[in-house]
């Protein structure tokens, strides 16, 4: 396959006065050039006799990827700042190309008139370049963040192929083989993923992640933890990964759910939270947990009516501002109540293609929760299994991987599985099905990779 037609171009957009500094970043990316991935150019590769102005113009227009090195004298650049930020800015908010800010010296930067102030910046906390101690360390922060974005945008350039044309497999298997090395370079004992990881180990040993385009069910009967399960996902993504997550509560409301992220974050009991009866040892994990939490690209939604153009609208302005890498929708049923009053845009197709089709759309995993059928309590083993979602619609089949959660404790207080959880992978579309237990601290709304024998009197 044609490296070029993948390539990613780079677009710098810096002030004259920090050339120096901008040398140093195509330093660090030149990996990344020297391999074809990327392609870079800034006004200073103008040819003799061109007219500057047009040129500049048209490499904007024609950019993947827009750096904006910040600094004082980039805010103060009239050019910079009201052409080609302008710009820039424009092609982001319609998804043409991708904004990324470089803070690279101080600068008040973060009030809300400036255009890129929403925008996740470069190195990590935005740290200006020129504050760090060691100065490569902020530049390895931007070149891993720069590859990442690169990364994002050669997948989708590949997925987009097919409006070229009908790809042929022979194109197909060197993409696929290619992802397949990748994967064995990057860690030979299976401990990385292809997929988004869920923050818990196991689980994704079995899926291999939250892939794009994916849509996920995770089910259970009522009091098993399913909210603190895509809870944990949830903040998980937002903060170790620092991807951008969609949080829908059409249960719960918004001030309940940041309380659960508080404790599960900063190991505190809701209940003390809810009191507020709190030893000091509480007060400094919840300074911490809030600190943590502050800076986290996560977005809740608690609206009561959400249909499935509501969502997507939501969606369009969430990856518009700040990207979207995880959709999570907690109580899927309330959005069947509301969908149905509604006339969908294809009223044809089911809430849960709707969905589906979402996924795709975006090419990012959507996770909904779901409760299943008051008949299991019936029956003597009381585990989910596929046939339960049968009163939800068409779940099993829309489905790319459908999860269970149990907790025996819920019907046995004196079970000898207090305090441990199975998380049951039914359907799973990229490996195995199975059971994998997990430990469930149900004082911080938290599940955790099982640890044997934490609940056993000593």
């Known amino acids: 396959m044609d490296n070029k037609l993948n390539q990613v171009s780079l677009f710098y957009s810096y002030s004259h006065k920090d050339e120096a500094l901008r040398d140093t970043l195509e330093t660090h990316l030149s990996i990344l050039a020297r391999k074809g991935v990327i392609s870079q150019w800034h006004d200073r590769r103008i040819l003799a006799g061109s007219e500057w102005e047009s040129e500049i113009s048209n490499q904007i227009e024609a950019a993947d990827i827009i750096l904006l090195l910040v600094s004082p004298d980039f805010i103060a650049s009239d050019y910079c700042y009201s052409k080609e930020l302008k710009k820039a800015i424009e092609r982001h908010e319609s998804n043409q190309s991708k ?50 974005a690169v990364e994002d945008i050669v997948d989708l350039k590949t997925r987009r192929g097919a409006a070229f044309g009908l790809l ?23 401990t990385t993923f292809r997929g988004l990881s869920t923050g818990l180990s196991d689980l994704d040993k079995i899926t291999d992640g939250l892939h794009n385009s994916e849509f996920v069910v995770i089910a ?56 507020g009866a709190m030893d000091d040892q509480d007060w400094q994990r919840l300074t911490s947990a809030v600190s943590i939490l502050t800076n986290a690209p996560l977005f809740i939604d608690d609206s009561l009516s959400l249909t499935i153009p509501l969502l997507k609208e939501k969606l369009e302005t969430i990856r518009k501002e700040h990207g979207l890498a995880l959709v999570i929708i907690d109580s899927f049923q309330h959005l069947v109540i509301e969908a ?17 089709n979402l996924a795709k759309e975006f090419q990012i995993p959507i996770l909904i929760t779901s409760s299943i059928s008051h008949e299991i309590e019936a029956r003597p083993n009381k585990r989910p ?3 339960d979602l049968d009163e939800v619609r068409g779940l099993e089949d829309d489905a790319d991987t459908i999860i ?41 709304a938290r599940f955790v ?10």
């Open 99 to 148: 904004v990324i800010p470089i803070v690279i010296r101080p600068v008040d930067w973060l009030d809300t008139d400036v255009p890129f102030a929403k925008l996740q910046a470069l190195p990590k906390d935005a740290q200006p370049v020129t504050s760090w101690d060691n100065q490569d360390e902020a530049w390895l922060s931007i070149a891993k963040g720069v590859r990442k």
């Open 168 to 190: 042929s497999i022979r194109e197909l298997l060197a993409v696929e083989v290619d992802q397949i090395d990748q994967a064995y370079q990057k860690d030979e004992e299976m």
């Open 220 to 275: 259970s009967r009522p009091g098993m933890g399913k909210t603190d399960l895509v809870l944990g996902i949830a903040a998980h993504t937002a903060i170790v990964e620092t991807k951008p997550v969609a949080y829908f509560s059409l249960n719960l409301p918004a001030d309940r759910i940041t309380r659960r992220l508080i404790a599960s974050v900063g190991h505190i009991s809701p209940y003390k939270l809810l009191r």
């Open 340 to 356: 149905q009053s509604e006339n969908t845009q294809n009223p044809n197709v089911s809430l849960e293609k709707n969905i589906k």
């Open 385 to 387: 299994v596929v046939r």
């Open 404 to 444: 269970f959660v149990y907790r025996d404790e819920v019907y046995d207080e004196n079970s000898m599985d207090k305090g441990k959880a199975e998380l049951i992978v039914a359907k799973n579309s990229e490996g195995p099905v199975g059971t994998v237990r997990f430990t469930y601290l149900k004082e911080y």
């Open 449 to 458: 990779n099982f640890v044997p024998d934490l609940y056993e009197e000593k």
